[in-house]
T-cell receptor, first 116, second 111 residues
Framework: DTGVSQDPRHKITKRGQNVTFRCDPISEHNRLYWYRQTLGQGPEFLTYFQNEAQLEKSRLLSDRFSAERPKGSFSTLEIQRTEQGDSAMYLC??????????????FGPGTRLTVT | GQQVMQIPQYQHVQEGEDFTTYCNSSTTLSNIQWYKQRPGGHPVFLIQLVKSGEVKKQKRLTFQFGEAKKNSSLHITATQTTDVGTYFCAGNAGNNRKLIWGLGTSLGVNP
């Protein structure tokens, strides 16, 4: 399967614990996006990378959230001191984009986080 | 801030009826993309429109991008149960690499 993969698919954690999610994009894609989606809502942008550089981070994202893409391939999203409001589906998407123009994003299956 | 509104939020149709969802942006977009998300699934890219007034067709789906590049529509002719899902529009504004997403239109089709 050469699509975007995410691990784990489901995560249940207790409030206050740290969690880390992994995303493996399509191999030739240079851009990687993280989104959060709750029921009945569209994807909410969290952050994105061009290769290994993190180019933008949502102002809505607290300091508890951090993302890395150390070698420009896979990425990790860490949430520290989880809160119940963090419960959501976390989606990763990748695309191949030159510096101008917009191109389709390919989404992974998501990681569903439940904070109890 | 930049916003993309979609209407309607929900629509249920009888199989065979037509369906249209509309997307309106508060700012001029450089492109508009449409995605479909099946229940329990993840968004899947359908199409991208770039030119003012552009119209593209995919079988029973017709996509339009407005002349002012601020609105778009998706029309499905003769809906089928396989069309069930939420349809999202998303666009880039200017040189901003971040997609601005609408809240989606959820389509239900009664067989």
């Amino acid at each position: 399967d050469t699509g975007v993969s995410q691990d784990p698919r489901h995560k249940i954690t207790k409030r206050g614990q740290n969690v880390t999610f992994r995303c493996d994009p399509i191999s030739e894609h240079n851009r990687l996006y993280w989104y959060r989606q709750t029921l009945g809502q569209g994807p909410e942008f969290l952050t994105y990378f061009q290769n290994e550089a993190q180019l933008e981070k949502s102002r809505l994202l607290s300091d508890r959230f951090s993302a890395e893409r150390p070698k420009g391939s896979f990425s990790t999203l860490e949430i520290q001191r989880t809160e119940q409001g963090d419960s959501a589906m976390y989606l990763c998407a990748s695309s191949y984009e030159p510096w101008t123009g917009g191109y389709e994003q390919y989404f992974g299956p998501g990681t569903r986080l439940t904070v109890t | 801030g930049q916003q993309v509104m979609q209407i309607p939020q929900y629509q249920h149709v009888q199989e065979g009826e037509d369906f249209t969802t509309y997307c309106n942006s508060s700012t001029t977009l450089s492109n508009i993309q449409w995605y479909k998300q099946r229940p329990g699934g993840h968004p899947v890219f359908l199409i991208q429109l770039v030119k003012s007034g552009e119209v593209k067709k995919q079988k029973r789906l017709t996509f339009q991008f407005g002349e002012a590049k601020k609105n778009s529509s998706l029309h499905i002719t003769a809906t089928q149960t396989t069309d069930v899902g939420t349809y999202f529009c998303a666009g880039n504004a200017g040189n901003n690499r971040k997609l601005i997403w609408g809240l989606g239109t959820s389509l239900g089709v009664n067989p």
